[in-house]
């Protein structure tokens, strides 16, 4: 039985999807390839230069806490976090140290139904970034990112998995994308995750020596660098020996933490209120503004897509984490219920299943966004309404989505163009049948005998006799009358 269970907080930091940087006017572009080219005097640190404060990054932090639940109070302040490191061009950090701009909050994993607490989340701005060239020995600096708006949020120690601080990781992310702060993108670094790890006694309240493991970048590495610290760790207390606090690294290729240096604590960082900066006394009127306007976020949309359209959890689950596929649903159905009369769910999930199996088919294979196809949502209601009136099979409503997605083409053009309207003639299907039945007399013995997999073949050879135009329910019944 396990002597020890894992205390688990993380620190997430998400660079904010804004026009300019936190406190200058150089542009804020992440794709921005040519190094050191989005600089200006402030950013680099240059002596003389004033900082001013970015209002478009205030006020989406502000968002951010208020969908978090977090108390938003009146005063707030910056700070200088003193630390060298080439790529901080001034020597110390803006940030914020004992008044953030959000205090509090909680943030529900779904499929764990566990809420865990937020501590803070605050405003500051990013580094540079290091290029290394070991083959040559020597690093570059890019300077781009430097002075980027950064959100720093921080957790309350309830994780005690990497699982769980995967499931909250990733609902964060998606939290972010639906209020449109942040496009957080951990390929690019828009996403950075630390963990405060320790562990104690199973059921004491005192918490065991901490360990931060920094920088980590895909939730691949969160989930194996929390898992293999806390096998590290319970070695360690097994033998008796103490937990040194200390902070790690995470060495992908050789899958282990790696120490990078003794922890330091707040006193090491020198803070002190920023001097040229004031304090920033936040606009009552100006929360309400911003809390009216917040967004459905991905925890209602589930609760509502269950109880408004019934879906399934694995449809829900693929819908809301693409918001735009979402979205496109959405439209779909309420193009749909204009044109169809019928049990809303049933249309429901007869659209989601369009969606999410050929059109996300399509989507994924083409590497495509929703928003890039030629596809709208109209034409989609139109398709999925003529496979529900059965005006056309499935398999035609498959060779129809792939023209619609090649030419932009609306349905019924298609398939009058390709001639894939279902047949409707039942004399026509019975002498269809006939012959498949006259040429496949083995099959047809088989299924006397009582093998029903040789019914499925007949229909099948139906089917490709009548190129897919033909309802395998009705051949079905058909074959049946004629095979007695």
Request: net charge neutral; charged share 30%; hydrophobic share 35%.
């Amino acid at each position: 039985m396990t002597k020890y269970e894992p205390v688990i907080g993380l620190e997430i930091h998400a660079e904010l999807k804004t026009k300019t940087k936190m406190f200058c006017a150089c542009k804020n572009d992440p794709d921005e390839h040519h190094p050191n080219f989005n600089i200006c005097p402030i950013c680099t640190g240059q002596p003389g230069t004033l900082p001013v404060i970015n209002r478009e990054a205030v006020d989406k932090v502000i968002k951010v806490g208020l969908a978090l639940k977090s108390k938003i109070p009146e005063i707030t302040k910056w700070d200088r976090k003193n630390y060298f490191y080439p790529d901080l061009p001034k020597g110390y950090q803006i940030s914020q140290y004992d008044k953030p701009i959000c205090l509090g909050g909680e943030l529900s994993i779904p499929g764990i139904a566990k809420k865990i607490k937020i501590t803070r989340v605050h405003l500051e701005e990013d580094t540079g970034r290091l290029i290394h060239f070991g083959h040559i020995g020597h690093s570059l600096v890019d300077f781009n990112r430097a002075g980027v708006p950064l959100m720093e949020l921080v957790t309350e120690p309830d994780i005690t998995s990497g699982k769980e601080a995967v499931a909250f990781a990733q609902e964060l992310q998606l939290a972010l994308r639906y209020l449109g702060v942040s496009d957080a993108d951990m390929e690019k670094g828009q996403l950075r995750v630390e963990a405060n790890l320790s562990l104690k006694p199973v059921g004491a309240k005192e918490l065991g020596t901490k360990v931060e493991v920094k920088n980590l970048n895909s939730f691949k590495a969160v989930r194996d660098a929390i898992d293999f610290e806390i096998k590290r760790q319970t070695k360690i207390l097994e033998r008796g020996e103490k937990i040194v606090q200390q902070t790690y690294g995470w060495n992908e290729s050789k899958g282990e933490t790696v120490l990078q240096r003794t922890k330091e604590e707040s006193h090491d960082y020198r803070y002190f209120p920023e001097p040229d900066l004031p304090l920033l006394k936040t606009n009552v009127e100006l929360v309400k503004e911003i809390e009216t306007g917040l967004p459905e976020l991905p925890s209602g949309k589930r609760k509502r897509f269950k109880s408004e359209y019934g879906l399934t959890d694995n449809q829900i689950n693929i819908l809301v984490n693409n918001k735009k596929l979402a979205g496109f649903f959405e439209n779909v159905l309420s193009e749909l219920m204009n044109l169809e009369s019928g049990d809303k769910n049933k249309l429901a999930n007869l659209s989601a299943n369009y969606i999410l199996g050929d059109f996300l088919g399509l989507l994924n294979k083409s590497s495509a966004e929703v928003d890039d196809t030629r596809i709208t949502a109209e034409d989609f209601a139109e398709l999925v309404g003529l496979v529900h009136k059965g005006d056309i099979t499935t398999s035609a409503a498959k060779e129809v989505l792939k023209e619609m997605w090649a030419t932009g083409k609306d349905p019924s053009n298609i398939i009058d163009e390709k001639d894939l309207g279902q047949v409707q003639d039942t004399d026509e299907l019975k002498k269809a049948a006939e012959k498949i039945i006259s040429k496949n007399q083995a099959a047809v013995a088989d299924y006397k005998k009582g093998k029903e997999a040789s019914l499925q073949f007949l229909i099948g050879q139906v089917m490709a006799v009548t190129r897919g135009k033909a309802n395998p329910e009705i051949i079905s019944d058909i074959l049946k009358k004629l095979l007695k």
